[in-house]
């Protein structure tokens, strides 16, 4: 299975989701564990992704459409920054993060076990979501290092594509009430605090449905799942307390492209602000620069930043 490829049915089109049982990953995994592959299984899409298998299990699964591990245990707050940083030291160097989390107290072996099964199926799942060309497989080596956090022992294949398939038989349900990965969902004030413990997690969706972030970045910001977090659009939109695109709709909502009105009840002051033109706002003569106006090279230093991974809408 040196380098070769899966996929036997030709590129899959892109779209915001294949239609129930259209799962282009599945035969693949099927096969890697048939003939016990250890390695990782590279999918090609938008944005694709690696599955990494060992003796025909599936061990971990990355791509950059849902939140793997860290971001899973980070931005939910079971774990703090201070405490990862700590046993990622300590651990990550000799493959021992999942043990220090655990001998440090820091998560349980069943909630760390549970956050890393999450990301797999999760990760899995919004790679076909998002569409995916091709399925090719790289045999491991002996230097290649195994995921920081993996799934011990793995998961079968035939169990990640069932329920894969699953997953995106109600993504291709979610398409009538307009939920798709592009979906930029608001949230129809007011958005009263949970009365019920049992509610927080989509009182927390919508606080951040504030119709310029996707489930993507939903998902990562409150360090969620993919689905987990579409599925709760999906009830929250048929229960009117979301504002979803139309389907088949490229713009915003109607709702959202009417005036709203303030938090007073009056929308005559938004009615009167100026509008910007498409370029209005170009500067037509630019002076040239000068050895004065020039910043020293230690003022641009100071205007580089750190780039961290891209989420579009994202707003903490």
Request: glycine share 10%.
């Amino acid at each position: 299975m040196n380098g070769q490829n899966l996929d036997s049915s030709g590129p899959t089109p892109t779209g915001p989701a294949p239609t129930a049982g259209a799962d282009p990953i599945g035969p693949a995994l099927l096969r890697c564990g048939q003939e016990r592959f250890s390695g990782l299984l590279r999918v090609e899409g938008s944005p694709g992704g690696t599955i990494c298998l060992r003796q025909g299990l599936v061990i971990a699964a990355t791509t950059a459409a849902s939140p793997g591990p860290e971001s899973l245990l980070l931005r939910s707050g079971r774990v703090s920054e201070a405490d990862w940083t700590t046993a990622y030291a300590a651990g990550a160097p000799s493959g021992r993060l999942a043990a220090e989390l655990v001998e440090r107290g820091i998560i349980g072996i069943a909630g760390l076990e549970t956050v890393c099964l999450t990301a797999v199926f999760d990760a899995v799942f919004a790679m076909a979501l998002c569409g995916v060309e091709a399925c090719e497989t790289e045999p491991a080596r002996p230097d290649d290092l195994l995921p920081s956090l993996p799934v011990t022992p793995g998961i079968p294949p035939e169990r990640l594509a069932r329920e894969t398939a699953r997953r995106l038989a109600a993504a291709t349900a979610w398409l009538d009430l307009g939920v798709s990965t592009r979906t930029r969902p608001l949230a129809v004030p007011p958005s009263t605090p949970p009365l019920l413990q049992a509610e927080e997690s989509r009182h927390a969706v919508l606080l951040k449905a504030n119709g310029r972030r996707t489930p993507r970045d939903i998902a990562f910001s409150l360090g969620r799942g993919v689905f987990a977090i579409m599925s709760e659009i999906a009830r929250m939109a048929g229960e009117g307390l979301l504002e979803v695109d139309a389907p088949g709709s490229a713009g915003p909502p109607a709702g959202r492209r009417a005036t709203r009105q303030d938090a007073s009840g009056d929308s005559s002051k938004a009615a009167s602000l100026p509008q910007r033109h498409r370029g209005t706002n170009k500067v037509s003569e630019v002076p040239p620069a000068t050895a004065a106006s020039r910043p020293s090279l230690p003022r641009r230093l100071l205007g580089i930043r750190n780039v961290q991974e891209p989420m579009a809408g994202e707003e903490d």
